[in-house]
């Protein structure tokens, strides 16, 4: 047997170490090798639709409770939105496949007023992955009317169709989350002789979009113009958020306009929250939407601010909590973090001054984690394996230490004290 014949059977497969007499064939790169049982497998994951999105079927529907049991796991309180939003998802995907029978049912897309961080886009993102449906986001206010500098209404439906990789099918059939919708209110009447191309200019190009229409969406796959699909928006869900700062003012001022009379009662004061009971279009409208882009968003739900128990149940018992996602990171630098319960409470009282609701405990958290962030790479070498965010007793709130463990052992020349950082 040649030096040749020999060298070739002592070649293997650099991804499962089978030689070359154990496969059909084994191919050869620059510095490396591949079997053809290795080629097959890969080529099976990159085809695998590992994207969460699957060809819904009517059988596999869920049922509101059971949507809404799913949404709990992930959002804290907003009882009432979380059920509405269940229905409405679990009504329209029924619609969808009684798209043939009589009487037609329209589609009902929906308007989600809350604070920041009131968990509005995460109810949308869970929903739609839930469902196993392509989901996109948008910024409205980045959206202007087709032939101004800015992005076009129709570059919506191309994120969906980037989404589930161009399948129109699947795009058909998704979820649309417009957030800040509230800042394309129209101008005031001042001002209506001025061209509005970012306010009223955009929810005029959202109507038909919404209400349902087929649009051209260019490929980007070639020179010509005929280059494009044709998607139709009938059967996607549109959901569409904002803050609407003042509204509360609004709906508070017409409620008690209607109750003024001799026998009539106001009972509504600064402090009330019960406006959000009452909000309806008329409102909407009022603060500057235009009647048409909000007949076509029939249900307004409002969510209502997180309570220090809020976000204290969002740091320990929220699937999307930041803290199981830090303690991830330092697991890497084998390091096991945990945390004392006056922890959770000090996040949320700052996360509660600050007024940015879920998304300041995520800030506040990752801030006092830096000094351990630092550290970590080195403490296997120091011997430390554990850290635990301990409170003194009797300290100021700002002040906040952590207490670094070898195998439960307090290493006491290694304590550290932060800052809580967050605070307005």
């Known amino acids: 047997m040649t030096d040749s014949n020999k060298e070739d059977k002592n070649l293997q497969c650099s991804f499962c170490g089978k ?46 409770e059971v949507i809404k049991s799913h949404l709990d796991q992930y959002v804290i309180g907003q009882h009432h939105t979380k059920e509405v939003l269940s229905v409405n998802a679990y009504n329209h995907y029924k619609r969808i496949f009684m798209d043939e029978t009589e009487p037609k049912v329209e589609k009902s897309n929906i308007l989600m007023i809350g604070s920041t961080g009131t968990g509005k886009t995460l109810l949308a993102s869970t929903l739609a992955k839930m469902l196993k449906v392509p989901f996109t986001i948008a910024d409205a206010t980045t959206l202007t009317e087709a032939g101004y500098v800015g992005e076009d209404v129709e570059s919506l439906i191309e994120r969906l169709l980037n989404n589930c990789n161009w399948d129109i099918a699947q795009a058909q059939r998704g979820i ?32 038909r979009l ?116 830090v303690q991830k990171l330092l697991e890497f630098d084998n390091v096991e973090l945990n945390f004392g319960n006056q922890y959770f409470k000090d996040v949320a009282k700052l ?36 850290v635990l965010f301990e409170k003194y007793p009797n300290k100021n709130i700002d002040s906040y230490p952590f207490l670094l463990y070898n195998n439960g052992n307090k290493v006491l020349d290694k304590e550290y004290k932060i800052k809580l950082r967050g605070a307005s």
Not at 27 to 35: N, T
Not at 176 to 195: G, H, P, Y
């Open 19 to 64: 030689n070359r007499e154990e496969v059909k064939k084994l191919i050869a790169g620059p510095s490396s090798y591949i079997c053809n049982e290795c080629i097959s497998i890969s080529h099976k994951i990159v085809n695998e639709d590992d994207s969460d999105i699957a060809e819904l079927e009517f059988n596999d529907i869920p049922i509101p």
């Open 351 to 386: 996360a509660k001054k600050k007024k940015t609701g879920a998304r300041g405990l995520k800030s506040i958290v990752e801030n006092s984690l830096h000094n351990i962030m630092y550290r970590a790479p080195k403490f296997k070498s120091q011997g430390i394996n554990q």
């Open 210 to 325: 919404i209400e349902g229409t087929t649009i051209k969406v260019p490929t980007g796959t070639g020179k010509r113009m005929d280059d494009f699909v044709e998607v139709n928006t009938k059967d996607i869900l549109f959901i569409c958020s904002g803050s609407f700062v003042g509204i509360d003012k609004l709906v508070s001022k017409r409620i008690k306009k209607k109750n003024i009379g001799f026998n009539s009662e106001l009972t509504l004061n600064e402090e009330d929250t019960t406006w959000q009971e009452s909000i309806d279009q008329e409102d909407i409208i009022s603060y500057g939407l235009i009647p048409e882009f909000v007949g076509r968003l029939p249900i307004i739900t409002t969510l209502k601010d997180l309570t220090e128990s809020d976000m204290i149940q969002i740091l320990t018992e929220s699937k999307a909590s930041i803290i199981p996602q």
């Open 176 to 207: 649309v989350f417009i957030d800040e919708v509230d800042k394309k209110a129209r101008s005031s009447e001042s001002n209506t002789s001025t061209k509005d191309i970012s306010g009223e200019g955009v929810q005029q190009a959202l109507l």
